[in-house]
Structure formats: C-alpha cells, structure tokens
C-alpha cells in the first residue's frame, strides 16, 4: 500500500504540464487560431479602406465618448466594418501609427499563415522589418503631413508618428531628421531586399564607364576590395587585372595557388577579346592599357556577383520530385501490447523488499519507472547499506522473483539510487510506426538521426549517427540484430533524400540485406564495375571497402582546399555556391557502410577487412563516412582491440555469456537481456537499456517499394575505381605504348619526389586504374621504384633537367 501511495502524487504533479502542452499543440487549435487570424486581418483591411472614405463622417459621431458610440444602437457608422470598424480605424490608424497601420494587416496575416503552418519564409524577419517600417512610415508622414495644416481627418503619420517626429525634430533639427530618415530608410531597404544593394552597387561600380582616368581605376578597386577582402592593391594597372582575377577564384575556392594562372601579357589580350562588343581603339599602348583595365572589371563584377545573384545550390534538385515515405507503410502493431497491472507491481516490490530484508538490508524508499519490456524499481537504502552487498545479491533476487533477466544498476548514475530492471511479464512490442511518429523524431535536427527504440521511461530513444560516429552491434542469434539494422536504416530512409545519403551494403550471408537492392538508384553507392548493388563476394568487400578509404581520402583534399573542417560547412559552403564545382568540388552525401555479418568476413579476410574498416573508423567522420557493423559472434578474435578501439558506440543484443557482455561492452549486463529487441546501448561510458523498435519485413518492402517506384538517378553512387594490389596484373608493361600523361605524370612525381598513385590521380582527375597503369609505366622506366603496399614509391630521379634527358631518351 505505502508503494500505491508514493506513486500518485508523482501523477498529480505531471498532469497540469500535460494538459498546457496539448492545448499549445494542439492542431485544431492552430487551425481555428490562424483561420481567426486571417479573418481578423481581412476585417481591419475592409475596415481601413473604407475609412479613407467614409472617416471624416464616422468621425463626428465619435465625438461622444467611446462607449456611447459602440453601444448606442441608434448611431450608425458608415464604415464597412460598421462601428467597429470604424473604431478600431480610427484608434489604430488616427490614434496610433497614421497609414503605416495597414502594415499591422500584414502582421496579423503572416501570423495567421504561419499559426497554420502556410507561411514558410523567415516570420521573424518579417515581423522585424514590418514593426520597423511601421515606425519610419509613420515618423516620416507625422513630419511631412500634418494634419492641421491639411485639413484632412487622417493624420498620415498617426498621433505617435506625429509627437515622435516632433520631438526628434526638437532634437536634431528638420534637416537632422531627413538625413535620419534617408539613412535609416536606406538601410531598411538595403539589409531586406538584396537585389537592390545588387543594384545600388552595380549603378556605383558602372561609374568609371565614363571616364577613364586614373581617380576612376581606383575607386573601382575601392569596390572590389570591398567585396572581397583578399584582393591586393596592385603596383600598376596589369597586376590590378590580376588581382581582380583572384577575387572571382576566392569566392569559390580559397585556397587556390597563383601559379596557376601567370600574369602574362597574353593572358590579357586573351580576356580582351572575350567581351563581345569589343570597340577598344588600340592606338596608343597606355591608353589601351587603362581600356583594358575597365572592360576587364566590368565582366569581372559581373562574375563577381554571380554567386550573390544565384540561389543556393539545390542538391536535391535532380529528384525534387521525390516524396519520402508515409508513415502508413508502417504497421502499429498492436498485438500483445499489455499494461502492467499493479498486482505485478506490488508483488515484485513486496519480493524485492522481502529478499533484501532477508539479508538484512533495509529500505527507505522504492519507486517504480514502468518500461515497454521492463520495469526498474529504483530503491533508496537505508543509511549504512553498502552497495557491493546489493549488488552480490543479484542472483538471489532473480531468484525470488523468479525471473529471468534481471539487471541490477548499483548506483544509478546521477541518481543516487539503485535500480533493480525486472522484465515485465507482458511485454509491449515497440513498433517503428510510434517511433518515425514520435515529436523526437519527427522534429529532430539532427544530420542522421536514427531512432531506435524506446527507453525505460518511454521516451523515444533517438541519436545522431553523425555524431556517434560508428556502431557495433553484436548479439546471439534470434535476438534482434537484424531487426535492430532494419530499424536504423528506416529510421534514415525517412530522414534524408536521396541526394544526401548513401549506402553501402555489404551482406557476406546474402540474405539479410539483399532486400535493399532495389534502391540502387535512389540511395546506394558502389564501385563502378560492380553488378551487384549489396556486395557479397569477399574480393569485393575488401575492394568496396578501400574505394570507400579513397573517397575519404579524396574527400579530405576537398575539405582541405574548400578550408571546410568538416562535411558539414563543406556542404554548407558549397550550397551557398562558394565553391566552384569546376574544380572538383561537388556536394557531399553523407555514406553509411552498413555490414551484415562482420565476423564472416574477418574469418575470411582477416587484417585486409580489418584494416581498412579500422581506417575508416579512425578518419571518416569528419567526412561523414559512417560505419554499421554487425556481428552474431561477440568474440575478442572477432571483435579485436583495433576494432573495439575505433567503435565507441556499441549496441548489445542478448548474448550468451558475461564474457560476450564484456567482449562488446566492457561489461557484464548483455547476457542479463531478455532477447526480442532488448538492448544495451553503449556511448562512451553511458549505458542505456532500450528497447529496439520491431519493423517487420513486409513493412521494409513497403518502404523499399514506395521509393523504388519514383524516378532515381540514372546509376547507383559511384565509389571511386579500385584495383587490389594482386589485380594489377604486374605483366611486361610496354613503354612504347606509354599513357599520353605520362610525361607529365612523371614530372609532377619527381616535382613532388612522392610516387603516390592517389597523387597522380588526383592530380590529373583520372580513375586508379590509370593511375596505376601510369605508375607501373613510370617503374618500368626507372622512375619511380617498386610499390611498397601502403607507402609511396621510391621516387628515383632527382631532378628534373635528369628527367628530361630521361624522358627525351625514351
Ligand atoms: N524489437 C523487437 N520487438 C519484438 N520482437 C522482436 C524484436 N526484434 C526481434 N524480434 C523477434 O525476434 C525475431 C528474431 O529477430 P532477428 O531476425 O532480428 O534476429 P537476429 O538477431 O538478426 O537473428 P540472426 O542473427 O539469426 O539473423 C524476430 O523475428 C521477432 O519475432
């Protein structure tokens, strides 16, 4: 009874919050609230209108007070909003802010529209912009209008536009206040509306047009450096010509080297000639020197604008069409869903009390937190009670609660309580459909949020695999690993488009995720020559998983040029359009390697699987290559010190034995899990006991098939080309057959004394099959030594005067 008791007060307090939170969210509200908010708008618009015609008369009438006239049904006002139109027109238009008040409409309306989730553009800004628009419209009409001197019944400026116009006119005198007015006014229309700064500063940049002296060169520089900072003040008019050139370069790649475009006399005529009207006289040197400098800026500004012109770059453009899954596709699987009844409660608290009092422990306090699969009694013990000896007496309390799959927590972190978990005896089955439902998921902003499950305390349980930034799963067979997979791939598939994500699917079992085929074009990544979309054939594993090291690699080099620390601001900076796609940049999705069973392959392949995914482990996230692995076998040949070390999150399915607890999460505990989804989730040195979402087969299909059936890209994601060291066949290499980029291949290698193969390819934006073929060409000609695996060659000219000779000789 005392546990009864205890309990309901903890209700009570919760329900006031629950009942604000579903007024607020409710949707029928938002719609009768924003429905309302647009009628009253329309109102006060008809209301308004009809007082610039009928005010002078409604006026009169108000004379009286305004009760008399609201309510004294024999006064009849001629506005169409009828009294009380003409009231609220009066008070808000002649009272309040003059004919700046219409603005107030337009408040009321974008509020209506974004109460109904319509309005999508930025509302606040809006809302900004309007209230001060509001205050200059009517400052500057109670300055320019009055009303005495008029004769009208409006005040223009409102009685607030008047005395604040009045008083600012006190203050700074009349020409202090139009100078106020045209700065701020100016400023207003600058900072909101972005063509006309465009166009102000092109109207300012045409200037020189005119003229051609040299107090116009200079003022245009004054503009270009301020649009782009790193512009340098040349010495003369050649390297202005330059310089300007670098600012259209730094606006899409910063880090670009100068090199590569020298400052040539020719390189001048050549941009000459490109302007189509081309009417310069060429008569005299200099003269045509300064003419050159004019058209030469005018294409650049034109350029230069470009990205502030253009919108933001779309990545998901190609398949804008494409809708992401209903949640209909998922079932709510009902079925089985049984509440703990108090009874169970009360009994296990009474067997738990009774056990510890039984060893001599007594307790304060115990509460109960009622999970889907579980239920942990928290218990607060007497002063004096050593943990340790609770925590020895596990057994014995499985044992007199008969059952199984008791975990003991001894101390909750945090908390300062310890939990004892008892399986409930009717289990819920938590289905992904309340998952993809709940507000968490729903609202998250996380870059790939996966929702596994639900928590003990029901709260859905959601992370950011970007974050995580790789997991391990393990647990014995027939527990709910794959399930668990399913879960988190759904989780995605409903998060992100198909231009933002990829998979890559490895299945040595080929069944598991053999079902994920069909997404080939929407959502998954392979090597070039694969046929298969989900690899399954070893040799192709350890090539899938070493293209997937290239494009890391690759993408690092981006990163490094675009001055982007991670995909994120990568991303972001190239969908502002700053970074030019010309030069390899291109937009990054995100890439998940998701592996089914990862001990076949590590039985198989050993180090060669082990390697690269650690690799990737260690270096992807930044790049947002993430990893999934998972494994039936949790043992410590399987799961390796290297492996463990590279995979901080790890998820724990039921597992036979304490040692497999151990092997995958440092600690006992797995092996207490009573199977069907529960799980341990460990992040860090956090562990949470979750229960994984059920998502049937028949539901994946459904999902699959709803994406399937919408237009996708023309292929799969294309990995970048990898060749295992043994495929390349070593054969006699014929150098009178050599690649046209050899002998460039060759300097840049001696240039750079670095005989690396992902240097060349990079370099000259080839496949790595090239790249290979040109480096074993280059070792036939004694250039570059043998391969030593993962290292660079042994570059073996020096210089390259050796070179040429060597080259010349060939
Ligand atoms: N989250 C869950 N909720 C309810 N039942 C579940 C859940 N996960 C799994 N099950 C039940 O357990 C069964 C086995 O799950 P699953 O196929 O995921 O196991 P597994 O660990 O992948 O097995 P294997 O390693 O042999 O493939 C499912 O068919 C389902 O009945």
């Given amino acids: ?304 604008d470009k990205p502030v012109e253009l919108e933001d770059y779309d990545p998901t453009l190609d398949l804008s069409d494409f809708k992401f899954p209903t949640l209909d596709l998922l079932e709510d699987h009902k079925f089985g869903n049984a509440e703990v ?110 929702a596994l499950g639900k928590t003990i305390s029901n709260e859905t349980f959601l992370f950011d695999l970007a974050k995580m930034p790789h997991i391990l799963v393990a647990g014995a067979t027939g527990q709910g690993k794959s399930v668990g997979i399913n879960a988190i791939i759904t989780s995605l598939l409903y998060k992100k488009h198909p231009a933002q994500l990829k998979f890559v699917f490895i299945d040595p079992k080929k069944v598991e995720l053999n079902i994920y085929s069909v997404l080939e074009k929407h959502y998954l990544a392979k090597l070039p020559d694969a046929e298969e979309p989900v690899i399954t054939d070893i040799q192709k594993v350890k090539n899938t998983l070493n293209s997937v090291n290239i494009e890391m690699d690759a993408r690092y080099d981006l990163l490094k040029i675009a001055q982007a620390r991670n995909i994120k601001e990568y991303n972001k900076k190239f969908i502002s359009r700053r970074l030019n796609p010309e030069k390899g940049h291109k937009y990054m999705p995100y890439i998940v390697v998701i592996i089914d069973e990862f001990a076949d392959l590590i039985m198989t392949a050993g180090k060669e699987i082990e390697l690269p995914i650690a690799r990737i482990a260690q270096l992807a996230r930044a790049v947002g290559i993430h990893m999934v692995i998972a494994t039936q076998r949790p043992s410590t040949n399987i799961i390796t010190g290297v492996i463990k070390a590279n995979f901080p999150a790890r998820i724990a399915f039921k597992v036979a034995s304490m040692i497999d607890s151990r092997t995958i999460l440092d600690t006992p505990g797995a092996n207490q899990l009573i199977g069907r989804g529960d799980m341990l989730i460990a992040s860090g040195s956090d562990i949470t006991r979750v229960q994984c979402a059920f998502v049937d087969t028949p539901e994946v299909e459904n999902i699959i098939k709803y994406i399937s059936e919408q237009r996708g890209y023309p292929t799969a994601f294309l990995l970048p080309e990898y060749v295992g060291e043994d495929e390349i066949g070593p054969g006699d290499v014929d150098l009178r057959n050599r690649d046209e980029l050899f002998d460039d291949a060759a300097r840049i290698v001696v240039l750079n004394q670095m005989g690396s193969t992902s240097m060349i390819q990079r370099k000259f934006s080839i496949g790595y099959n090239r790249a290979g073929r040109l480096m074993d060409q280059l070792e036939a000609a004694g250039i570059v030594g043998p391969s ?23």
């Fill in 1 to 304: 009874m005392a546990f009864r008791q205890k309990k309901k007060p903890v209700k009570t307090k919760k329900k006031p919050t629950k009942k604000r939170n579903s007024i607020f969210k409710n949707e029928k509200a938002h719609f009768i609230f924003g429905v309302m908010l647009l009628l009253i708008s329309a109102y006060l618009l008809i209301s308004f209108v009809s007082f610039l015609f009928y005010g002078a008369a409604d006026q009169s009438l108000m004379d009286s007070s305004w009760s008399q006239f609201l309510f004294n049904s024999d006064l009849n006002a001629k506005n169409a909003g009828m009294k009380l139109g003409a009231y609220l027109s009066e008070v808000i238009i002649n009272r309040g802010f003059g004919i700046a008040s219409f603005i107030f409409i337009y408040i009321i309306a974008i509020t209506g529209f974004k109460v109904l989730g319509i309005f999508i553009s930025s509302y606040r800004k809006s809302l900004g912009y309007s209230i001060l628009t509001i205050i200059w419209v009517s400052v500057a009409f109670g300055l320019f209008f009055n009303k005495s001197e008029s004769g009208s019944f409006i005040y223009w400026g409102g009685h607030y536009g008047f005395i604040l116009s009045s008083w600012l006119r006190s203050l700074i005198g009349i020409v202090g206040l139009v100078f106020l007015l045209f700065i701020s006014g100016l400023s207003i229309v600058v900072v909101r509306f972005d063509k006309v700064y465009s166009l102000i500063k092109n109207s300012i940049k045409q200037k020189p047009k005119t003229g051609a002296d040299e107090e116009e060169t200079s003022e245009m520089e004054d503009v270009i450096t301020d649009s782009a900072s790193e512009v340098q003040a040349g010495d003369d008019v050649i390297s202005k010509v330059i310089d300007d050139d670098d600012v259209v370069r730094a606006i899409f790649e910063p880090d670009e080297d100068d090199d590569i475009i020298s400052p040539s006399a020719s390189n001048l005529e050549v941009e000459v000639s490109d302007p189509e009207q081309e009417d310069a006289p060429a008569e005299i040197e200099e003269e045509d020197l300064k003419l050159v400098v004019e058209k030469k800026i005018e294409e650049e500004n034109a350029d230069g």
């Fill in 341 to 450: 009844k108090n009874d169970e409660l009360v009994a296990n608290k009474n067997k738990i009390v009774e056990t510890l009092r039984h060893y001599k422990i007594e307790i304060t306090k115990i509460r109960a937190t009622i999970g889907p699969t579980i239920t942990l009694y928290e218990i607060v013990p007497a002063p004096g009670v050593r943990i340790s000896k609770i925590k020895n007496l596990e057994d014995d309390i499985a044992l007199s609660l008969a059952a199984l799959g008791i975990r003991i927590i001894a101390p909750i972190p945090g908390r300062g309580t310890i939990g004892i978990e008892v399986p409930n005896q009717h289990p819920e089955t938590v289905s992904m459909h309340s998952i993809v439902r709940s507000k968490k998921f729903q609202e998250t902003t996380a870059e790939l949020p996966v």
């Fill in 788 to 810: 030593e695996g993962s290292k660079a060659r042994q570059v073996l000219i020096q210089d390259e005067y050796t070179l040429e000779q060597l080259l010349n000789s060939l």
